[in-house]
């Protein structure tokens, strides 16, 4: 017996009913940025290396899936380093091209190519798929969306305030109930220098970023591993656990790093988006003094959304990142934005029941098949249907009625219609509703006009 097929790890298979929501949820981000003024653009799914290696620091290098060169992929290659420790470097032998890790290296490098063509401050969004070669787990997949929105070529932080209200409109649209956490990367510099830490910075910010994760135990003893002293990690345990509103991290924040211009710059920043932030879906923005994005290329202002009714990671994340440029040869230019994790808030909707019943019923009025003449005699009303956006299909074969019947059940089809000698001698159809069971005798327009108003 043949094997049955399967798919890899940490990906996913959506039959229609399940692109039904997905689309759902495209569609509602799509419009939300769209009223923002940004424009969609896309990337290639597959990179150079030399444009993902090196941005993601560390640990997500390790995380990058690589693509085989073509052809013979082994050609110069010694036989010693296939069986040598040297994988890195093999790897980069073999392999050219990447699958990408995120879409805001991508873009970064489509500004630098396109930098003659854009108009300044350039706003763009993104919904295409990402892939990690990580573990999968719940809410963790290798293969998934994300919806990204960027400014880039503007320092103003009215781009991280209307970047929260997005986040806000978006999350009200859903019926989703989060709370926006809030950072700065330069607040997190100016502790590595209270500590007396601050080139250890990567260090911290990573093993930090995963609080939720592993517990506070388990990250005190990851700055440990990393070399950094028992003193500067207990003077860090007081702003780990700080407590209080906004208005009260900000104050002791400020008197911790009185003596850090880049950490009071930063809290200036974070200050004036919590002033500007007026929400219309009311998400609470909160300082998250432990919140620190891994990623290495952010520089400003960091975001992460968490869902409040539903055990899962951050659903959006972001922020600003004013050297990725650089890193292709344009310095200077700024840039912030953020991605939505498509595929969690698909699984947050579905644990709580939020989607509209609408999205679940894609074909509206079914046409039964009796035989070639009905046929003929109903696919002049079934283009009329059409035309008029009423989305219907007949049943291809002439079947049994039983037979036709139960396939607009299990499609859920709420309309059915169907002519025999009878109904076409007199010009009408009868229109059945498949949840009351009540029929009428109706011309094609009338049908129209029925399940247009229902």
Known sequence: MAQKPSIPKGTRDFGPAEMARRNYIFDTIRSVYALYGFRQIETPAMEN???????????????????????????????????????PKLAAQLCEKG?????????ARYVVQHREELTMPFR??????VWRADRPQKGRYREFYQCDADVVGSDSLLNEVELMQIVDEVFRRFGIRVVIKINNRKILT???????????IVDITVAIDKLDKIGLDAVNAELAEDGIPAEAIERLQPIIKLSG?????????????????????????VEYVLKHYTPAG???????LTLARGLNYYTGCIFEVKALDVEIGSITGGGRYDNLSGIFGMPGLSGVGISFGADRIYDVLNQLDLYPEAITTATQLLFVNFGEAEAAYALPALAACRQAGIRAEIYPDAAKMKKQMQYANARAIPYVALAGETEMADG??????????EQSLLRAEAIIEVIKKN
């Open 49 to 87: 290396l030399s444009t993902l290696m090196g941005k993601y620091g560390e640990e997500g290098d390790k995380l990058l899936f690589k693509i085989l060169n073509s052809g013979d992929f082994l050609r110069g290659i010694d036989a010693n380093e296939l069986t040598g420790e040297g994988s």
């Open 99 to 107: 699958l990408r890790y995120d879409l805001t290296v991508p873009f």
């Open 124 to 129: 763009r969004f993104q919904i295409q798929p």
């Open 190 to 200: 100016g502790i590595a220098e209270m500590i007396g830490q601050a080139d250890k």
């Open 245 to 269: 509103t906004n208005d009260e991290k900000l104050a002791t924040m400020r008197q911790v790093l009185s003596e850090s211009e880049t950490g009071l710059k930063g809290i200036d920043e």
């Open 282 to 288: 009311g998400s609470p923005l909160e300082l998250d």
């Open 428 to 437: 009408v159809f009868t229109l059945k509703n498949m949840q009351t069971g």
